[in-house]
């Protein structure tokens, strides 16, 4: 039997779902409700690949080694230390009678599942990649199961661009959800929604920037860790204002935050890749607020016992990376909000 969510391809332990396995069975062949996927190139995601790049001292050749020794551990891309991985594009390469996806043999896809719980083999030995970028020319195989989502990949923009939004394609949907709601409830004189983003500059947060504001959002201030970051935020026109804090030290942040909008966010969307950063969004939430963590190195311990410890009354909500029609919004913002697509040309360029 070939379970619609992978059961099947668990080695150990067993009775846990493939993301949370430690090792998942990556045969090639195929069950009848799976598809296999010639992997052109992985998409690790920030937290893994940062924390990977600073634990070898910025040595590619380490990284890739480390890497190809997770996948063929592993039967996955499953950072140990982050939990996450990150997701790919290839082509499809056979799809069983009775996969449910609609994928056909030869249309070129990128997962919209974690590489945490894709059955992954990598056959070239990452020959092409450097190590020192979150993009990962390579060449394998991947296994999809009847629960997992997976996008054609649009004709009109490049397949790396590609890559890069839908690798974040939860963020902007989750946002725009969480910001309209608030804007649809807010009562007539309580003046606009304010929406702060944590890393407003990366791909996660430029584009969260742009959902709040096409969601309504009245004032958005997009958080941000150097002056380069600002002066390309500021460029891009994706935000009201723009600050430079360090989102680790909570009273600079909620400082910042609150100085630029006047009052504390209604909604503040975390999107940094780096861990402490759950007190600083809390503190600049305004009580009744909602605090979306979307980055892999959040302490959720950290985020709920803080918020109780300075009783703030704040939503806070856990980004899982699907919302309903996650991928068209993100490639349609990207599209139609040249600010969010030279932030994220740029960052192609510079990796």
Same mark, same amino acid.
């Given at each position: /039997? ?31 409700? %799976?598809?296999?996927?010639?992997? %052109? ?7 893994? @690949? ?16 480390e890497v190809l020794d997770i996948i063929a551990t592993r039967g996955k891309m499953q950072n140990p230390v982050t939990g996450s991985g990150g997701m790919l594009i290839g082509t499809v390469a056979e !799809?069983?009678? #009775? ?5 056909? =043999?030869?249309?070129r896809v990128a997962t919209l599942v974690s590489l945490t719980l894709t059955p992954l083999v990598i056959t070239d030995g990452l020959a092409r990649w450097d190590g020192l970028s979150e993009q990962v ?7 999809? @199961?009847? #629960? ?6 649009? %004709? ?44 407003? !500059? ?10 709040a504001r096409r969601a309504g959002a009245g004032r958005t201030v997009g958080v941000v860790p150097v002056a380069a970051e600002r002066d390309a935020l500021v460029a891009a026109g994706l935000a009201d ?52 963590? @979307?980055? /892999? ?5 950290? !985020? ?11 939503? /806070? ?14 490639? %349609? ?12 040309? =740029?960052?192609? !360029?510079?990796?």
């Amino acid at each position: /039997m070939t379970s619609p969510v992978g059961l099947h391809r668990v080695v150990e332990p067993a009775g846990v779902l493939p993301q949370a396995a430690w090792r998942l069975d990556a045969r090639s062949e195929i069950g009848p409700n %799976e598809v296999r996927i010639s992997v %052109e190139r992985l998409n690790l995601d920030a937290a893994s @690949f940062r924390q990977l790049r600073d634990k070898h001292g910025g040595d590619g050749d380490a990284v890739r080694a480390e890497v190809l020794d997770i996948i063929a551990t592993r039967g996955k891309m499953q950072n140990p230390v982050t939990g996450s991985g990150g997701m790919l594009i290839g082509t499809v390469a056979e !799809a069983g009678r #009775r996969s449910p996806l609609g994928l056909k =043999a030869g249309e070129r896809v990128a997962t919209l599942v974690s590489l945490t719980l894709t059955p992954l083999v990598i056959t070239d030995g990452l020959a092409r990649w450097d190590g020192l970028s979150e993009q990962v020319p390579c060449e394998g195989w991947a296994i999809l @199961f009847a #629960r997992s989502i997976a996008a054609v990949l649009p %004709e009109d923009l490049d397949p790396q661009l590609s890559l890069a939004v839908l690798d974040v394609c939860g963020a902007p949907a989750l946002t725009e959800r969480v910001v309209r709601r608030y804007v649809a409830e807010r009562p007539a004189g309580f003046g606009p929604v304010a929406v702060a983003v944590v890393g407003g !500059a990366g791909k996660s947060g430029s584009l969260s920037l742009a959902a709040a504001r096409r969601a309504g959002a009245g004032r958005t201030v997009g958080v941000v860790p150097v002056a380069a970051e600002r002066d390309a935020l500021v460029a891009a026109g994706l935000a009201d204002e723009v600050v430079v804090a360090d989102a680790r030290d909570p009273v600079g942040l909620s400082v910042a935050v609150t100085s630029a909008l006047g009052v504390p966010a209604d909604v503040t969307v975390v999107c940094v890749d780096v861990p402490g950063c759950e007190h600083g969004a809390v503190l600049a939430t305004a009580d009744g607020g909602t605090v979306v963590f @979307f980055s /892999m190195a959040t302490s959720f311990a950290a !985020a709920a016992l803080g918020a109780e410890g300075l009783a703030a009354d704040v939503t /806070m909500l856990v980004g899982n990376g699907y919302v309903p029609g996650h991928a068209e919004l993100a490639l %349609e913002l990207l599209r139609d909000v040249p600010g969010v697509r030279g932030l994220f040309e =740029a960052r192609l !360029a510079a990796d």
